[in-house]
Every structure is written in C-alpha cells, then in structure tokens.
C-alpha cells in the first residue's frame, strides 16, 4: 500500500448506526474505539474501529492529501482528535419541542368568571396623615366577596420617598379573585 494510500485511509469516515437510535454517524476513523454522546439520543456509544456503512457523501479525491507523518501530528502540542458528527436526517417530522401556549384563563367562553389580580400599597393608602389600610382592604374584600376570594398575600416592596429623599421598605397586599 502506497503512502498517499494508507494515509487517505487514516482520513476516512466511518459511518454507522447508533445501536439504541439507530440514527446514522459519520466520524473520523481517528475516533474508532472511543466512546461519545449520540446526538440523537444523548446515550453513551463505542464508535466501531471499521465502517459499517458505505459513507454515501465521501467520494475518493484525485488531489494528493497534504503529507503529514501521524507521528508529527501526534507530537504536535495542538494535536486534538476532531470527531465530525452529521445532522440527524428524519424521513418524518421531529417531535414538538416548543409547545403552543394555552389559553388564557379569562379567553373562556363558559360564562365563567375571570381571574384577576389586586394589589393594594401601604403607602397608597395614607390620607391627609392617616392610615387608611385597613379599611381600603375590608372595603375591596367585601366587594368581591368571600366567594369569590381566591387568595389574599402579602408582599414587601421598596419604593423612593420624594420627602425624605430614601429608599424606604414598606408592605402591601396581594389579591387573587375572581370578576
């Protein structure tokens, strides 16, 4: 075997099938006898020392290979094993990996009651000096009514107080119910 021969061997693909998948890859023949990831089905797979297919894209060239001795690459401090994978061609439709969203819980069109959100500030409801909280809240839960109460949450917030010139943390409340 001449040398332009033996290394346009050490060059070719070899091409199989994932024995769990079997999805058909294409690696470099450097790479036979390690282990990879299949793309298709991400499990743990031997890449075979021979082919096991005839590779249908790799045609022999007429152009000479550039002439590299295996040893000068092996010793090169650059050398890498480069494993090229191909992309998985299906003859029907992948599955859906990006779902459409569902409706809206208010788009029904049962007559049902939609759900909604309140949310009600400590700070916004200081009249003339006066805290005015809890009345505000008694008055917006009796409007909606115990019935149609989903929730009732507190929260914490920040906001900037133009008076004193500060970042001040106050409270509030949050109200899931239906309207």
Known sequence: MSAQQSNQNHFMDIVFDCPNCNQELAVDSAGAGSEIECPSCHETITIPAQTTKTPAAH?????????????????????KVEMHLKVPVRDKPGEVLIAKPKPPLGARSTGEKQIRIRTIRHASCIEAGHDKFDEKVSEFLNQIGEANTVGVHV?????????????????????????
């Open 59 to 79: 045609a022999p060239s007429d152009d000479p290979a550039p002439s590299l001795a295996p040893s000068a690459i092996a010793s090169s401090a650059a050398a």
């Open 155 to 179: 929260i914490n917030y920040e906001h900037f107080d133009v008076g004193t010139q500060k970042v001040m943390t106050d409270y509030g409340l949050l109200v899931v119910y239906r309207g």
